[in-house]
């Protein structure tokens, strides 16, 4: 399969079932912000964290490959197998937080993004996870879109925010609260 095809160079792309669409469509936004999260849960999981913490983030890299297939799919004229997400991967995801918040004290106010560079890794997920959800959510208004998409992405965005807390734990650092001028 060749790198280059030069099809793109006027500003469209093919989904999978050969629609044309403009590189700005929102499905195209969607999935490539989805891609986008998708290299920013890699650069977490490349820092030196517990191995299970890497593992499970490698899962979850997974099923973000997956979640961007379907949406780069043309609901319409895709006849691809392309794998679903299942209601275990978001319980694997709720797992994954309750074990984390019986490990945490308690959350006492905002917390600022920051204090390691792992800890703002996991940070800058989380922000672009609400952003592809955002995407998502958008797209949903105009096409079909699998709501288990929307749940996944809502749930990962509540487990890094969740992780970036046991990050800062793991790694020996003082979470930054956030302490409004009065």
Request: charged share 25%; aromatic share 6%.
């Amino acid at each position: 399969m060749k790198i280059y095809t030069k099809k793109g160079d006027g500003g469209e792309t093919s989904l999978i079932g050969g629609t044309r669409v403009p590189k700005h469509h929102i499905r195209v936004e969607a999935y490539g912000t989805a891609d986008e999260l998708n290299v920013c849960i890699g650069l977490i999981a490349d820092q030196n964290i517990a191995e299970a913490d890497q593992t499970f983030l490698r899962t979850i890299q997974d099923r973000l490959f997956t979640l961007g297939a379907a949406l780069a799919a043309d609901p319409e004229r895709s006849r691809m197998s392309i794998p679903d997400l299942v209601e275990a991967d978001i319980q694997a995801l709720e797992a994954a937080i309750d074990q984390m918040e019986a490990q945490l004290p308690p959350l006492q106010n905002f917390i600022l993004p920051g204090g390691h560079t792992t800890v703002s890794y996991c940070h800058l997920a989380r922000v672009v996870c609400r952003r592809a959800e955002r995407m998502v959510s958008h797209l949903a208004e105009t096409a079909p879109v699998e709501p288990i998409i929307l749940t996944y992405l809502n749930r990962l965005s509540d487990f890094l925010f969740v992780f970036s807390r046991k990050l800062a734990q793991d790694l020996g650092v003082r979470e930054i609260p956030w302490k409004p001028r009065g």
